[in-house]
């Protein structure tokens, strides 16, 4: 079983759609919480990062992570066809920042 | 502009022949580490370098090796390629302890055939 797991997609949603986002884990160690954008022919790029339970709103944007259930999300309010990319989550334990485990990446397709 | 770049972009090659894949970053960040994308997998760390001469071995490490000279200059080797090291090459840099932010390069594809 994988660290990480997220749903590949692709996710096809109209313009203006809200979107959402997952991946699961089984590492209850994993404290740190990140969500990379990645285009086309592109490196990933940070896009939120967050710090054990909560919610992070960045924008359009909204980061929620569930510990208990072992669960994070991304939504994107509002969703743009410049959002079409995509979205890789990674985490990592407390003090494990050369242990970044990073899911598969959902390819979403945002269409006008 | 701060980033770092990776040569070649794209590269095929046969196996068995040495080949190098330099990575560049101009930001001072102590960190670099070197990764692969495969579809289904994600990306997975081959090695990284906490430091010039410090090297670590990744989840992935067979069949490559790296060297740290230079703290902007961290190039991975693959000194006998084969068919499974076809895949998507991503260097990435940090700043250093206490930041998980990772500054990606912009990708090699590698064919090996």
């Known amino acids: 079983q994988k660290e990480v797991e997220q749903d590949p997609g692709p996710l096809s949603v109209p313009e203006g759609a809200i979107v959402s986002l997952n991946c699961t884990y089984s590492?209850?160690?994993?404290?740190?919480f990140m969500w990379y954008r990645q285009y086309s022919r592109k490196g990933p790029e940070l896009l939120m990062y967050t710090y054990s339970s909560g919610n992070k709103e960045d924008g359009r944007f909204t980061a929620q992570v569930d510990k208990s259930s072992k669960y994070i999300s991304l939504f994107i309010r509002d969703s743009q066809p410049s959002d079409s990319a995509t979205y890789l989550c990674?985490?990592?334990?407390?003090?494990?920042?050369?242990?970044?485990?990073f899911g598969a990446g959902t390819r979403l397709a945002v269409h006008p | 502009e701060a980033q770092v770049t990776q040569n070649p972009r794209y590269l095929i090659t046969v196996t068995g022949k040495k080949l190098t894949v330099t990575c560049s970053q101009n930001m001072n960040h102590e960190y670099m580490s070197w990764y692969r994308q495969d579809p289904g997998l994600g990306l997975r760390q081959i090695y990284y370098s906490m430091n010039v001469e410090v090297t670590d071995k990744g989840d992935v490490p067979e069949g490559y090796k790296v060297s740290r000279k230079e703290k902007r200059n961290f190039p991975l080797i693959l000194e006998s390629p084969s068919p499974n090291q076809t895949s998507l090459y991503f260097c990435a840099s940090r700043p250093g302890t206490g930041s998980y932010e990772q500054y990606f390069g912009p990708g090699t594809r590698l064919t090996v055939t």
């Open positions: 990674a985490m990592a334990p407390l003090g494990g920042y050369n242990k970044l485990i």
């Open positions: 590492n209850s160690a994993f404290q740190y």
